[in-house]
Structures are given as structure tokens and as C-alpha cells.
């Protein structure tokens, strides 16, 4: 028979070996977690990573002396031959339909941008100095609110388009990623894209300049992440525009006809599609 110290010894040893076995066990664990919780943070890193889809893009058959120019708000595409915007592409989010920031009434000459207009230009010509992307637009930032002043951003408009059924355009635009007085979401963004109907003969030239008077303007917008995606166009002539909004109202397909652009191509073929062929001006008017 084994003698009582021998048999101390041996449990002591017994119990130093299961120890030792926990702790690597809780070792191997640790190990376990710290690798898969950095492999889930590089997935999630990755997916990140992933640029979001550019809605903005706008392909053009025409290829003259566009100069595409990025600002904080807005990508321009400015036409150095006329001295305006071919178009104008900004996305509009609930965070960004209101501000703090006051709007200014300084317009400013691009710097670094070929055939840029003057403001003098303007001066007594009989047309706005019409935004395409609206101050509105930009009360969120200083930065940006200053940017949608830079001529590049501006286009000659007849007042009664200017302070008429454009006007109500943007603001309808605001309104569409506001809350409903039930405090729900209508759209959490929209992608808008205007400026001048490219290729028609110009009404006139004003200014030093001889900044290009577009006869008329062009509004696409996308609802890419609504419940129901949807989008919708409007053509308007430069002065006053018969039947409102309403009238000017059409599908985006008939505007990418008369434009000769190709708004939205990011979207999947099949989803583009079937909401650029279609539109509903009365869902897309009414504020519910």
C-alpha cells in the first residue's frame, strides 16, 4: 500500500495537471475569440470599403469642353464654351434639407475655371442669376452654401422661372425628405440632376462674357432607397411655365430623349429600367 505522503503527492500533482489543462483550455478560447472578433472586423472593414453606388454620374453622348468639378455639395459639370452648367448632381438627405447656415447673396467668379462667367455679366441683362443646385439646398454648411454662389453653379433664368414653378420644384424637393406631420419618413435621400437642355440654339448671349441664355431646364430625381424606388423628370421652359409643375412633369426616359444624357446608370438594368420608365406626379406631389 502506498504511503500517505506518496498518495498527497500524487493528487497534488493530479490537480496541478487539470490546472494547467484549464488554463490552456481558457487560453485556446481567448485565442478563439481575439481571432474571430478581428476577422469580423476586417469583413466589417471590407464592407465599408465598398463604395456606394454613384448615383450622380450622368453619361453624355456629346464630348466638348466639359470640366467636371467637384465641391462639397455638388459635382458640376460646367461648359467652358457657353459659361454654364451642363448640369448640376447633388444628393439631398433629411440631415440636409434645413440648416442653421444663412443664405448669402455674393456670387463669385471660379477660380482655375475656363470660360467662368463674371458676375457683371449678369448685370442688367433682364435674367436671374438661377442656381442649379439651391442655396436652399445647403443650409447645413458654410462651406457649401458659399460653393452653390461660384458661377459655375449658375445659369441665365427668366424671373418668372426662377421665382416660379423652379422655385416650387426645390422646394417640393425639401419637402420630400422632411417628415410627415405623423413624424415618418417620406424618403431618406434623393439624387437630383438639372441644368440646361443641352443642344438647342440658345435664346441669347448676355454679358462680357456672352454667357449662353438656355431656352429650357431639365430636373431628374431618384428615390434610390425608399421602400418603393422611384424617380421622375421635369422639362421647363426658361419663362413661364404653362400648368405648373404638373405640365413640366414627365417620366425620366423622355427626359434622357430630349437630353441625349443617361441619368442613374448605376442603377441594376432591371430596377432602372422599370422607374425610369414610369412616373406619378400626383404620389410624388402629395405630402402625406
Not at 226 to 240: C, D, L, Q, T
Request: proline fraction near 6%; glycine fraction near 6%; charged fraction near 25%.
Amino acid at each position: 500500500m502506498a504511503s500517505p505522503r506518496y498518495t498527497s503527492q500524487s493528487r497534488s500533482r493530479r490537480s496541478n495537471k487539470q490546472m494547467r489543462i484549464v488554463i490552456m483550455a481558457i487560453v485556446l478560447i481567448i485565442a478563439f475569440v481575439i481571432k474571430a472578433y478581428d476577422s469580423l472586423s476586417e469583413s466589417q472593414s471590407a464592407s465599408n470599403n465598398i463604395p456606394k453606388a454613384d448615383y450622380t454620374y450622368v453619361e453624355a453622348a456629346t464630348n466638348h469642353k466639359r470640366q467636371i468639378i467637384e465641391y462639397e455639395a455638388m459635382t458640376v459639370a460646367f461648359n467652358s464654351d457657353l459659361h454654364i452648367p451642363d448640369w448640376v448632381a447633388w444628393e439631398l438627405t433629411y440631415d440636409e434639407a434645413d440648416g442653421p447656415v444663412p443664405r448669402k447673396d455674393d456670387f463669385e467668379v471660379a477660380e482655375g475655371v475656363n470660360g467662368c462667367a463674371l458676375p457683371s455679366d449678369y448685370y442688367k441683362s433682364g435674367y436671374d442669376r438661377g442656381h442649379m443646385a439651391p442655396a436652399g439646398d445647403m443650409k447645413w454648411s458654410e462651406t457649401a452654401m458659399e460653393q452653390s454662389f461660384i458661377l459655375t453653379n449658375i445659369a441665365p433664368q427668366a424671373g418668372e422661372l426662377n421665382s416660379g414653378a423652379w422655385k416650387k420644384l426645390e422646394e417640393k424637393c425639401r419637402a420630400r425628405v422632411t417628415l410627415t406631420n405623423n413624424g415618418e419618413q417620406r424618403d431618406s435621400a434623393i439624387v437630383i440632376i438639372c441644368g440646361p437642355v443641352p443642344g438647342e440654339k440658345p435664346i441669347g448671349y448676355i454679358g462680357e462674357s456672352s454667357v449662353a441664355v438656355p431656352q429650357r431646364f431639365f430636373k431628374v430625381i431618384l428615390a434610390p432607397y425608399a421602400r418603393e424606388p422611384y424617380s421622375i423628370g421635369f422639362v421647363m421652359p426658361n419663362g413661364k411655365v404653362e400648368g405648373g409643375m404638373q405640365k413640366a412633369a414627365m417620366s425620366v426616359d423622355d427626359v434622357e430623349t430630349i437630353t441625349g444624357y443617361d441619368f442613374f446608370s448605376a442603377l441594376p438594368d432591371s430596377i432602372e429600367n422599370q422607374i425610369e420608365s414610369h412616373f406619378n406626379f400626383n404620389k410624388w406631389s402629395t405630402l402625406h
